[in-house]
């Protein structure tokens, strides 16, 4: 009998669950992210509930989703969640913007319903960040800075106008900014420049604004370069620590979730690139080993 532990297939194509789990209902979290920005959340939730066992899924080969139009986005994302869902996680976060801007809803309101196990659960990383950023702005101006796609959804002008109508938004997409973290620019002289152009273009477009949220999950792997171009004053609102407080809230409110949630402490990492790709700079973000295993939604 098994008793919990999960049991790992091959992940090759028409295998049907590439990691699957066998008769306990209890399973990981799983998280997810077009690539390696949601590393940078789970390393918060981790920290801040490192009790709960963890299943992380980088769509590395399809990444950057930020240019990708809102169908691609949706399908993608959708793919990934049957997929942690296969592998036994009742419950999948989007440690993602611009799927959280682009596919939640659908995948919430739509899909969910209709799946054998309509009890599970995803969550996206834009409310609980609107949530919070709305307490730290004192002049009102906030300034947001993500994807192509995340600021053409408009998701978060329009959260933050549900939440706190008084706060005047000002979005700015940052195209290069992803691809930089994705290929190991983050340190070099690009990132300098990139990371400078942005900010300026953004506080050109405003100038009162005195909070930033970085409202994409591999900008704080830039963050050295933000904090050396943000005007001095501004704070920059980093998603990691909210999302993952945001998490333990929800579960205290759920406890017929928390109960479903694999106790172990262990983490997982599966990737649609190349697993010794992955794991090299996974290690790098992380500072610890990370050993993935390679995955195809095909
Ligand atoms: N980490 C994703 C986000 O938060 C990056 C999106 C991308 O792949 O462009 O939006």
Redesign the pocket.
């Known amino acids: 009998m098994n008793n919990g532990e999960l049991i790992y297939c091959d992940g090759t194509p028409g295998d049907e669950l590439s990691v699957r789990r066998s008769f306990t209902p209890s399973g990981p979290i799983g998280v997810f992210?077009?690539?390696y920005?949601?590393l940078t959340v789970l390393k918060e939730i981790r920290r801040r509930l490192p009790q709960y066992s963890y299943l992380y899924l980088g769509d590395n080969a399809r990444?950057?989703?930020?240019?990708r139009s809102f169908e691609c986005v949706y399908q993608f994302t959708r793919q990934a969640v049957e997929h942690l869902f296969a592998c036994g996680c009742p419950l999948v976060i989007l440690?993602?913007?611009?799927?959280s801007a682009k596919a939640l809803r659908n995948i919430q309101q739509n899909d969910l319903p209709d799946m054998d196990d309509p009890t599970r659960r995803v969550l996206g990383?834009i409310r609980p960040t609107v949530e919070k950023t709305g307490e730290l702005t004192a002049s009102r101006h906030i300034g947001v800075l993500?994807?192509p796609?995340?600021v053409a959804s408009r998701s978060y002008e329009l959260e933050l106008a549900k939440l706190h109508p008084d706060i005047y938004v000002t979005q700015h997409a940052c195209p290069m900014w992803?691809p930089l973290v994705e290929n190991r620019e983050s340190a070099g002289p690009g990132a300098d420049y990139f990371v400078k152009k942005e900010i300026d273009a953004l506080f050109e477009a405003d100038s009162d604004i005195d909070t930033v949220i970085l409202?994409?999950?591999?900008y704080p792997l830039l963050l050295d370069k933000i904090r050396k171009y943000m005007p001095e004053g501004v704070r920059t609102v980093v998603q990691g620590n909210i999302v993952a407080e945001s998490l333990a809230d929800y579960l205290s409110r759920h406890p017929e979730m928390e109960r479903r949630l694999l106790r172990g402490a262990s983490v997982d990492y599966l990737t649609t690139e190349h697993p010794d790709k992955f794991s090299d700079l996974g290690s790098l973000f992380l500072s610890e080993p990370v050993s993935a295993r390679h995955i195809d939604f095909n």
């Open positions: 992210d077009s690539g920005g949601g990444a950057p989703y930020g240019t440690a993602c913007n611009t799927a990383v993500g994807t796609g995340t992803v409202a994409c999950t591999h």
